[in-house]
């Protein structure tokens, strides 16, 4: 895909109003809305497109993950207060070419995100590439976007995710583990 594009199974969540109102009032205000598509522009923040559900057909809108959660948070964010990226998207997206992939291990799977093991649910995954930093073996890191338990949404690569299922292992690993990236392309010839 390049620039937009969609998942396969879209959901509910809220639009922060500020958003809608270019940041001037709202705050604090949130607009029912069902997400249901992406833009990917490379060195920006993922974006959501949505269709605001309290306008009769339905109003589309466009903006950055920020403006978006999944139930509305006990907390809101102040007016002017800044945005935790470490917990919405710790990268801008490494290019506009992308693929988007649920994988079925990690459907609605709980995880935690690092730093401080904040808690979260997988929903899809953003892979990149057609770009030297997406193309860099090294480099390479695809985006899991989750539901935050706190109401928002974030996009975060595998390095900032542990991964919890009892069922099929114990409990997630109490300190960081210790891996180093591939740094070499593996060819079958």
Not at 74 to 86: I, L, S
Not at 131 to 136: C, K, P, Q, V
Not at 165 to 185: H, I, N, T, V, Y
Request: net charge negative; with cysteine.
């Amino acid at each position: 895909m390049y620039i937009i594009g969609s998942f396969d199974r879209f959901f509910s969540g809220y639009i922060r109003k500020e958003y809608t109102r270019d940041l001037e009032d709202g705050h604090g205000q949130y607009l029912p809305c069902i997400i249901h598509g992406l833009r990917v522009v490379q060195g920006q923040s993922l974006q959501f497109q949505c269709v605001l559900t309290e306008y009769g057909a339905g109003a589309g809108f466009l903006a950055p993950i920020e403006a978006f959660c999944w139930k509305i948070p006990d907390k809101p964010r102040a007016p002017g207060e800044a945005v935790d990226y470490t917990y919405v998207q710790p990268w801008d997206c490494f290019s506009s070419e992308f693929g988007v992939h649920a994988f079925e291990f990690h459907r609605r799977m709980k995880a935690q995100i690092l730093p401080d093991r904040r808690g979260a649910r997988y929903r899809f995954s953003i892979d990149f590439t057609g770009s030297s930093l997406a193309d860099m073996s090294e480099q390479h890191k695809h985006l899991h976007v989750m539901e935050m338990d706190d109401g928002t949404i974030g996009a975060f690569p595998n390095t900032k995710v542990l991964w919890i299922e009892p069922a099929m292992w114990k409990e997630p690993f109490q300190e960081r583990p210790d891996f180093k990236a591939l740094s070499g392309e593996w060819t079958a010839e």
